[in-house]
């Protein structure tokens, strides 16, 4: 017999078998179990993460012949045939293919008879977003007035390319990527039910690596089961996957923030003799500062890339020394290093160059401990990244006795004044608080009505600021400055956040989800 993807062999057949993706299993078998079905559905969301098996489990659903609380026996010579592919009401439409039109012309025509085995037609149309405008249009004729028998299940990764006359006539659901907690403990159960020992940290890293998608993540379960048998430790992982070992980048970043050019030197060379490509160094390294940066903001709650917990140590250790400012600069330095290797075919020389660069910026070291504000992991206290706040904070600094002792004073000021001014105050009450806003802008100082600007990458800061504690800071400090009736509003400025040549780099490299750090 031949073998069997993991991938396939693990398709969930029922709602039960779904990992995550709860709402969306929860409204379906519901709608399935009250005869609820609505006749066109959209699914969209990531890669492998479970659109086309749950547009199969419905398929089944509403034809079996003794659903159970909605979900098919996957028994009943329905169900079977479904299974085998051999059902002729359910058709599969691979939009990806031919672009679909001649599949949209025939389905015009065909969508109108009735079903010739089962009870419903089910029409699931993969990646429909890459029809084109004539089959999009085809399709939405019929989307308008659907027999009673036919459903429509419409999947896509990329929703924002569905024309809206489209997505008004669906019933939407969006998919969403899933936790590395989730795809371990499928993993786990995958690779017992294989007679296969993976560790701990093997299964963590393949885990991460599948950035939320589980088809990726049994793909490579199984090619690293096919070269290295039954056995799998967190080496047979880095092997096959190419990965370079956190343990390692671990040391190599302590050598160049201890600005060791020996040793950075020394441990390039080795990685590059045992194999490891020299864009794929870097590219991991960017991944372990991402990792460091996240991890100095959030502490234990951050969700790490590279770093698994044996080299969590190195982290911490290196999170009490290094801004993150200062590794915000490096991963930037380091960024644009992976790029310029990507085009090089990565040469030995390049490499060094590229964490050399990293060395040198070690030279800025980080400001007395006392300077910075008590970093605790629960209040997340923030970093201090743009240049302009930067100023402003420090001009807030000086006049801080200043405005402590005129607290009412400062009409027909510039602006700039102002900002400074409340900025100092709002120091004085709370350090945390003072650090949030200082990645604001003085928008407007009109009368008493004062507004201040974030950038949508400090979205994070924008909303601490809106909870109670830090808003009434705020505004207490406000009126101090102002008068009683001062009131404050926080808004988003207008430029767009992926225009930060920063935000924008790392966008490329990581990919939304990993960049925004939301949700
Ligand atoms: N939510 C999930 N629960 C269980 N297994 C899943 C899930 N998502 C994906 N898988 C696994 O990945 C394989 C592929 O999933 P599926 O085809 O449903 O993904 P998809 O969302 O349609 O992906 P694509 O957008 O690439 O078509 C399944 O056969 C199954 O092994
Ligand atoms: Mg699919
Ligand atoms: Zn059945």
């Known amino acids: 017999m031949s073998y069997m993807a993991l991938y396939r062999a693990w398709r969930p057949q029922n709602f039960s078998e779904v990992v995550g993706q709860e ?13 609820r079905v609505s006749h066109a559905y959209l699914f969209s969301g990531p890669r492998g993460t479970g659109k086309t098996s749950i547009a ?11 659903p159970e609380e909605g979900e098919p026996c996957n028994q009943c010579p329905s169900c079977a045939d479904i299974l085998q592919g051999n059902f002729m009401d359910v058709i599969e439409i691979d939009a990806a293919s031919n672009r679909g039109i001649d599949e949209i012309r025939d389905l015009r025509e065909k969508v109108r008879m009735l079903p010739a085995q089962g009870k419903k037609k089910v029409y699931i149309i993969d990646e429909v977003h890459m029809l084109t405008t004539e089959a999009f249009n085809a399709l939405l004729k019929t989307l308008e007035e659907p027999p009673d028998s036919v459903i429509f299940i419409l999947a896509t990764t990329e929703l924002q390319k569905i024309p ?33 020992k993976v560790s701990a940290e093997g299964l963590e890293l393949i885990a991460r690596r599948a950035n939320g998608g589980l088809r990726d993540a049994l793909s490579s379960l199984d090619q690293i089961y096919s070269y290295k048998g039954t056995e799998i430790d967190k080496q047979a992982v880095l092997d096959v996957l190419g990965l370079v070992d956190d343990l390692y980048l ?56 590279v770093v698994t917990d044996s080299a969590r ?22 960024m644009a290093g992976a790029d310029r290797l990507r085009f090089s075919e990565g040469n030995r020389f390049q490499l060094e160059m590229a964490f050399l660069e ?98 949508k990458a400090y979205k994070f800061h924008k909303e601490k600021l809106e909870e109670s504690a830090n808003k009434n800071i705020l505004e207490e400090s406000a009126k101090e400055l102002w008068g009683r009736s001062a009131s404050v509003s926080l808004v988003f ?27």
């Open 23 to 35: 709402k969306t299993v929860k409204a379906l078998q519901n709608a399935l179990q009250q005869g």
């Open 493 to 519: 400025l207008e430029e767009d956040s992926a225009q930060d040549p920063v935000v924008k780099r790392a966008l490329e490299l990581f990919g939304e989800d990993i960049v925004e750090v939301k949700e």
């Open 358 to 455: 990293l060395v040198a910026l070690g030279a800025e070291q980080k400001p007395s401990a006392d300077a910075r504000p008590p970093r605790t992991v629960r209040t997340k206290a923030p970093v201090s990244v743009t240049k302009p706040a930067q100023n402003a904070s420090a001009d807030g600094t000086k006049t801080q006795s200043k405005a402590a002792e005129s607290p009412n004073g400062g009409d027909g000021k510039t602006t700039q004044q102002a900002w400074a001014r409340l900025l100092a105050a709002v120091k004085e009450k709370k350090i945390p608080t003072h650090a949030l806003l200082a990645q604001g802008k003085l928008l407007e100082h009109k009368d008493q009505a004062i507004t201040i600007g974030f950038k």
């Open 250 to 305: 671990s040391r190599l970043m302590e050598a160049i923030f201890a600005r060791d050019v020996g040793a950075v030197i020394e441990m390039l060379g080795q990685a590059l003799q045992e194999g490891k490509e020299a864009q794929q160094i870097a590219r991991e390294a960017v991944l372990y500062l991402r990792d460091l940066l996240v991890y100095s903001l959030l502490g234990t709650e951050a969700e790490l890339a």
């Open 164 to 196: 809206a006359t489209i997505l008004s006539r669906c019933q939407s659901y969006h998919f969403r990527r899933l936790t590395a907690e989730e795809i371990v403990e499928r993993l786990r159960q995958v690779a017992l039910s294989n007679k296969m």
């Open 313 to 334: 140590p190195y982290l911490d250790n290196l999170r009490e020394k290094i801004e993150p400012a200062q590794v915000m600069k490096a991963l930037n330095t380091l």
């Open 56 to 66: 199969k489990i419905v398929a089944r659903a509403v034809n079996c012949s003794r």
